[in-house]
């Protein structure tokens, strides 16, 4: 009964730093995607894929890059983090295009 | 483009009462799916009610059920029997139909329910 799984929940970095988010489904899903939610707003995506080994830019792909070597995972890497990087993230999965997504609990990043 | 416009930044209500939050969007698209999610105080996205487009029912799932009025691009969630669980942020949100790749949000409404 898993669902998304997202790792860490917490986590503090500094200016510069880089880190990679980790997310996980075990629903099959084909389709995931990575969000971002800045305090008082809605969600932004990031980043999504359709299928293993296929990924595509989302509304805010500026310094992250992403992943899907596998059907299950799907990791959000942040390069040179910035304190505009500050934010909550949220993986999701769906199984296919217009069925529910399904979010994570989200992961709090801050950037010092 | 499509946008998600949810008009009520705050709503509160009593306890046992009824409460409706608003939503429109704008789209050019025909066929669509809508959606209400809740996003309690642990922040976890949690799906409410799911209408697609091309259905001309209301959704319901017990407490919760949907106006649907396509021609005005509005998609009201009502909440009867208000419970303090329901206390939350609620996202409303848009998706195309055969494209996987994008739901649009709203910026939320928070309901406080009110003992």
């Known amino acids: 009964n898993a669902g998304v799984t997202q790792t860490p929940k917490f986590r503090i970095l500094k200016i510069g730093q880089s880190m990679t988010l980790q997310c996980a489904q075990d629903?099959?899903?084909?389709?995931m995607y990575w969000y971002r939610q800045d305090p008082g707003m809605g969600l932004k995506l990031i980043y999504y894929?359709?299928?293993?080994?296929?990924?595509d830019k989302g509304e805010v792909p500026n310094g992250y890059n992403v992943s899907r070597s596998t059907t299950e995972d799907f990791p959000l890497r942040l390069e040179l983090a910035a304190p505009s990087q500050t934010s909550v993230y949220f993986c999701?999965?769906?199984?296919?295009?217009?069925?529910?997504?399904?979010f994570g609990e989200g992961s709090w990043l801050t950037v010092v | 483009a499509q946008t998600v416009t949810q008009s009520q930044p705050e709503m509160s209500v009593q306890e046992a009462e009824t409460v409706t939050l608003s939503c429109t969007y704008d789209?050019?698209?025909?066929?669509?799916?809508l959606f209400w999610y809740k996003q309690p105080p642990s922040r976890q996205m949690i799906l409410v009610i799911r209408q697609e487009a091309y259905k001309q029912q209301n959704a319901t799932e017990n407490r919760f059920s949907v106006n649907f009025q396509k021609a005005a691009k509005s998609f009201s969630l009502k909440i009867s029997d208000s419970q303090l669980g329901d206390t939350a942020m609620y996202f409303c949100?848009?998706?195309?139909?055969?494209?996987?790749?994008?739901?649009?949000f709203g910026t939320g409404t928070s309901l406080t329910v009110i003992p």
């Open positions: 789209t050019s698209e025909n066929n669509y799916y």
């Open positions: 894929s359709v299928g293993a080994g296929i990924t």
């Open positions: 949100a848009f998706m195309k139909q055969w494209t996987g790749n994008q739901f649009y």
């Open positions: 629903m099959n899903h084909n389709y």
């Open positions: 999701a999965s769906s199984s296919a295009a217009g069925n529910t997504i399904y």
